[in-house]
């Protein structure tokens, strides 16, 4: 199982940022996908959840309207639109497959003016 994440980088507070991550070693399409943050010091912290054909979507706390995760099975890849970014969305981001125990790299997000 491997999973690389890309997209993150600077930006403005208020600025958008599309992160990706794309799935191989398994077949991504039988698996619900999640993205995960963290900033030093602290865990993990769950940031949305999508099923496996996108017909159930979870998201962190006071996520949901900011960010909008979501996948294309065709392209083993899944997507997290980051919009309206605030200084507290810094972190590096990563991606998970329900049932694995596989994390990515991340991709750092940088929200600074």
């Known amino acids: 199982v491997q999973l690389v994440e890309s997209g993150g980088g600077l930006v403005q507070p208020g600025g958008s940022l599309r992160l990706a991550c794309v799935g191989s070693?398994?077949?991504?399409?039988?698996?619900?996908m999640r993205w995960y943050r963290q900033v030093p010091g602290k865990e993990r912290a769950f940031v949305a959840r999508?099923?496996?054909?996108?017909?159930?979507?979870d998201y962190g706390d006071s996520l949901e309207g900011r960010f909008i995760i979501s996948r294309d099975n065709a392209k083993n890849t899944l997507y997290l639109q980051m919009n309206n970014l605030k200084p507290e969305d810094m972190a590096v981001y990563y991606c998970k497959a329900d049932g694995y125990t596989t994390w990515g790299k991340g991709t750092q997000v940088t929200v600074s003016s």
């Open positions: 999508i099923s496996s054909h996108g017909e159930e979507i």
């Open positions: 070693g398994f077949t991504f399409s039988w698996h619900a």
